[in-house]
């Protein structure tokens, strides 16, 4: 059993998601946390019972927060809030993520500035321990005012409401009543498009591993050379994930029989940009990264609903607004279309007799009669092109909603679908190259790669067979492509 999360609304981390998300980590509340909840929420009900005029809690939403409430309306304002806005369409998030969303909503009302009762998170706190996950649709979000929608769903069966209600009333969890202001705090925040974006981030690192493991071997297997890696060239041109790159090709590259055996006879000055260059272009691809989960390392412990509470003061505010995400999101799939684009340049080595040094064509065992890997690179640039069409980015489309409140909104749901599609094509193109270049190793045989190269080949034939006649490669491929989201061929460890 993974160890328990304890949620204090400070310091969630990546790691503390994907655990909750993919590992079904239990989940619990810091002490700290409900004092603070505790606190804020007599704030909210001392300002109302002031008549002190506070959105969503006496007043309507949105353009309509110039109708006042009365205080006998209290508990239909927030249920109908809820019910108006479980409008989401489209397909479900898959489980990880709405356990995200989960794990993220309850840390962040945890942190004190909401005005909600302990009860609140509390229960989202149990349904994450009672594996309850509401349905909870993908599509509807602009992350402006938050992801209304997907939040108000997930809401929806807090209050028993809809099939995900009863599902709740099955595992003997108690529905909640909203009381003022708890229905605003509850779907005023980044948290689906941040659910999603931090389990991007940490497939995205594994893949970015991944792909030197997949580049070596290509290099390995077209007989290249690893100068271009020595920490000299890095060190006069100090990015630090590029220098992290060349290191990473060096460990993988060492003690290479392959290398030793074409050492003095190579009449090639230079290799082309494909595989001299990995560690500049995959070191940009890192930078990317990295700016990536700095922006969503905060977010996951930041106020993102409205208004907020600050000791006895209720101030509106805009910390819903979900372009900080947004733009990590469409940062990250620029990024793996890069990494994706690089890597199909290589399998084209690996395949092309005209550049290929002296490999089979297409790596077949009999070309002619056979084709070998020919298809594979053909979906491999299918993928790279539709990689280039996602990457356009979404942060930038903004279309005003709610009678022109809402003008400016950063589209965070759409970019988080498009980088999650980018990464699965970018999984999927660096398997086609693991394949193809253990396939090229086979016919170097009995030369040995460097030693972390062939820890890569020993990986890829536990999954896979050596090609030795053409057959469908359907299968491989997706096993391969599964076994790098699951850290199978990082060369450092998921």
Same mark, same amino acid.
């Given at each position: !059993?993974?160890?328990?999360?304890?949620?204090?609304?400070h310091? #969630?981390?990546?790691?503390?998601?994907?655990?909750?998300?993919?590992?079904?980590?239990?989940?619990?509340?810091?002490p700290?946390?409900?004092?603070?909840?505790?606190?804020?929420?007599?704030?909210?009900?001392?300002?109302a019972?002031?008549g002190?005029?506070?959105?969503?809690?006496?007043?309507?939403f949105?353009? &309509?927060?110039?109708?006042?409430?009365?205080?006998?309306?209290?508990?239909?304002?927030?249920? @109908?809030?809820?019910?108006?806005?479980?409008?989401?369409v489209? /397909?479900?998030?898959?489980?990880?993520?709405?356990?995200?969303? !989960?794990?993220?909503?309850? @840390?962040?009302?945890?942190?004190?500035?909401?005005?909600?009762?302990?009860?609140?998170?509390?229960?989202?706190?149990?349904?994450?321990?009672?594996?309850?996950?509401?349905?909870?649709?993908?599509?509807?979000?602009?992350?402006?005012?938050?992801d209304?929608?997907?939040?108000?769903?997930?809401?929806?069966?807090?209050? *028993?409401?809809?099939?995900?209600?009863?599902?709740?009333?099955?595992?003997?969890?108690?529905?909640?009543?909203?009381?003022?202001?708890? *229905?605003?705090?509850?779907?005023?925040?980044?948290?689906?498009?941040?659910?999603?974006?931090? #389990?991007?981030?940490?497939?995205?690192?594994?893949?970015?591993?991944?792909?030197?493991?997949?580049?070596?071997?290509?290099?390995?297997?077209?007989? *290249?050379?690893?100068?271009?890696?020595?920490?000299?060239?890095? /060190? +006069?041109?100090p990015?630090?994930?590029?220098?992290?790159?060349?290191?990473?090709?060096?460990?993988?590259?060492?003690?290479?029989?392959?290398?030793?055996?074409?050492?003095? @006879?190579?009449?090639?000055?230079?290799?082309?940009?494909? &595989?001299?260059?990995?560690?500049?272009?995959?070191?940009a691809?890192?930078?990317?990264?990295?700016?990536?989960?700095?922006?969503?390392?905060?977010?996951?412990?930041?106020?993102?609903? @409205?208004?907020?509470?600050?000791? /006895?003061?209720?101030?509106?505010?805009?910390?819903?607004?979900?372009?900080?995400?947004?733009?990590?999101?469409?940062?990250?799939?620029?990024? #793996?279309?890069?990494?994706?684009?690089?890597?199909?340049?290589?399998?084209d080595? &690996?395949?092309?007799?005209?550049?290929?040094?002296g490999?089979?064509?297409?790596?077949?065992? /009999?070309?002619g009669?056979?084709?070998?890997?020919?298809?594979?690179?053909?979906a491999?640039?299918? #993928?790279?092109?539709?990689?280039?069409?996602?990457?356009?980015?979404?942060?930038?489309?903004?279309v005003?909603?709610?009678?022109?409140?809402?003008?400016?909104?950063? !589209?965070? !749901?759409?970019?988080?679908?498009?980088?999650?599609?980018?990464?699965?094509?970018?999984?999927?193109?660096?398997?086609?190259?693991?394949?193809?270049?253990?396939?090229?190793?086979?016919?170097?045989?009995?030369?040995?790669?460097?030693?972390?190269?062939?820890?890569?080949?020993? +990986?890829?034939?536990?999954?896979?067979?050596?090609?030795?006649?053409?057959?469908?490669?359907?299968?491989?491929?997706?096993?391969?492509?599964?076994?790098?989201?699951?850290?199978?061929?990082?060369?450092?460890?998921?």
């Amino acid at each position: !059993m993974p160890a328990t999360i304890t949620l204090d609304g400070h310091s #969630l981390s990546i790691a503390d998601v994907v655990a909750v998300a993919r590992h079904g980590a239990p989940v619990a509340i810091a002490p700290q946390g409900l004092a603070a909840l505790a606190a804020s929420r007599r704030a909210v009900e001392t300002a109302a019972a002031r008549g002190d005029v506070i959105y969503g809690v006496n007043t309507g939403f949105g353009k &309509l927060a110039h109708v006042r409430i009365k205080p006998e309306q209290t508990r239909d304002l927030q249920r @109908n809030l809820i019910r108006s806005h479980a409008s989401g369409v489209g /397909d479900p998030l898959p489980v990880d993520v709405v356990r995200a969303m !989960m794990v993220l909503r309850a @840390n962040v009302l945890i942190r004190g500035t909401s005005g909600v009762r302990p009860a609140l998170p509390q229960l989202i706190v149990e349904m994450l321990n009672a594996q309850v996950h509401p349905r909870v649709p993908s599509q509807g979000s602009v992350g402006a005012s938050g992801d209304l929608a997907p939040l108000a769903h997930l809401a929806l069966a807090m209050i *028993g409401e809809g099939d995900d209600g009863a599902v709740l009333r099955s595992r003997r969890l108690q529905p909640i009543t909203l009381e003022a202001k708890e *229905g605003l705090a509850f779907v005023n925040g980044t948290q689906a498009q941040t659910g999603l974006a931090a #389990l991007l981030v940490r497939d995205a690192w594994v893949l970015w591993r991944t792909a030197h493991a997949a580049a070596a071997m290509s290099l390995e297997a077209v007989r *290249g050379t690893p100068v271009p890696f020595d920490p000299r060239i890095h /060190d +006069a041109r100090p990015h630090p994930s590029q220098q992290r790159s060349a290191a990473l090709l060096r460990q993988l590259l060492a003690d290479s029989e392959i290398r030793e055996s074409h050492r003095e @006879n190579d009449p090639r000055v230079q290799d082309a940009y494909s &595989l001299r260059c990995t560690p500049q272009v995959l070191g940009a691809v890192g930078e990317a990264l990295a700016f990536a989960e700095r922006l969503v390392a905060t977010e996951l412990n930041a106020a993102t609903d @409205n208004p907020l509470v600050f000791g /006895d003061d209720v101030l509106s505010g805009g910390n819903f607004h979900g372009q900080p995400i947004a733009l990590a999101l469409d940062v990250i799939g620029i990024a #793996l279309a890069t990494l994706a684009g690089l890597a199909e340049r290589r399998i084209d080595r &690996l395949v092309n007799p005209d550049l290929s040094s002296g490999l089979p064509a297409f790596l077949a065992r /009999d070309p002619g009669i056979e084709s070998g890997f020919m298809t594979p690179q053909i979906a491999a640039a299918a #993928l790279v092109a539709e990689c280039r069409v996602l990457a356009t980015p979404a942060s930038v489309q903004s279309v005003p909603t709610e009678g022109n409140q809402e003008d400016i909104v950063p !589209m965070g !749901m759409t970019a988080a679908w498009k980088g999650g599609r980018i990464l699965a094509n970018a999984e999927r193109i660096v398997a086609v190259e693991l394949l193809a270049g253990a396939q090229g190793l086979e016919f170097l045989k009995p030369l040995a790669p460097g030693r972390g190269v062939a820890r890569t080949f020993e +990986a890829v034939r536990a999954v896979v067979p050596a090609l030795d006649g053409d057959r469908p490669f359907t299968a491989d491929i997706e096993r391969v492509a599964a076994g790098i989201r699951e850290g199978q061929f990082d060369p450092e460890g998921a």
